[in-house]
């Protein structure tokens, strides 16, 4: 399966939010990834449904968003209303996983579950029929531009073996630190989808270049 690179508005020029999401679109990026934040689950406040519509306005890419907020499911109508492809929710957030991961899908949209770094992936084994995207985070949420926490390449591994004994068509996906220095081996773990803010956005060259660059990166 062809790497899809998600780049993160995170890192983006927010002045400049519909130019900057184009530009990713013309360089090549498969979707555009929002990360939404609530100063509760994680200390940063970020993003509403109305960034998730100005990004789904501003260009023909998919909308993976990301919720990094408690009590995620009284959300999800807004966020999928205005124009999520995919909605990701932690695992550490719901209580009510398995509800919250089917509602996302009979709401029309793609159903994600995250796993902190520090939470183990044990329960995936029992959601493997309700989930389309599993997101390994190789940093601690909350803010962008940390470096990459090796003991994910474990984690997706691990998920990896989970997803293929259930013979599921999910995705691993991975946030944190991907960069053209680490793209390849967490692509080698197993995981096919990767979200870079800094190493796109924030790319010397500019968009286009960061995305080349983690594409080169995996050969």
């Not at 979707?31 to 934040?37: C, R």
Request: hydrophobic share 45%; glycine share 10%; charged share 20%.
């Amino acid at each position: 399966m062809k790497a899809i690179i998600s780049p993160s508005i995170l890192s983006a020029d927010l002045k400049n939010l519909g130019a900057q999401v184009r530009a990713a679109q013309e360089g090549g990026a498969d979707e555009i990834h929002v990360d939404v934040m609530d100063g509760n689950f994680v200390p940063t406040i970020t993003f509403g449904p109305e960034i998730v519509r100005a990004c789904k306005d501003s260009c023909d890419l998919p909308i993976d968003v990301h919720l990094m907020i408690v009590e995620p499911e009284k959300h999800l109508k807004n966020f999928i209303a205005a124009g999520a492809s995919t909605v990701t929710i932690h695992y550490e957030t719901c209580p009510h996983i398995h509800r919250s991961l089917q509602t996302i899908r009979e709401m029309g949209a793609k159903a994600g579950l995250t796993f902190n770094p520090g939470t183990a992936v044990d329960g995936l084994n029992y959601l493997t029929d309700v989930v389309d995207q599993v997101l390994i985070m190789s940093v601690n949420p909350g803010f962008g531009g940390q470096k990459f926490i090796p003991s994910a390449l474990e984690k997706i591994s691990l998920v990896r073996w989970i997803l293929d004994e259930s013979d599921s068509e999910a995705i691993i996906q991975v946030d944190g630190g991907i960069s053209a220095e680490t793209i390849l081996e967490v692509y080698q773990a197993g995981a096919r989808n990767f979200v870079a803010g800094t190493a796109v956005f924030k790319h010397p060259e500019g968009i286009a270049a960061g995305i080349a660059a983690l594409r080169q990166a995996l050969g």
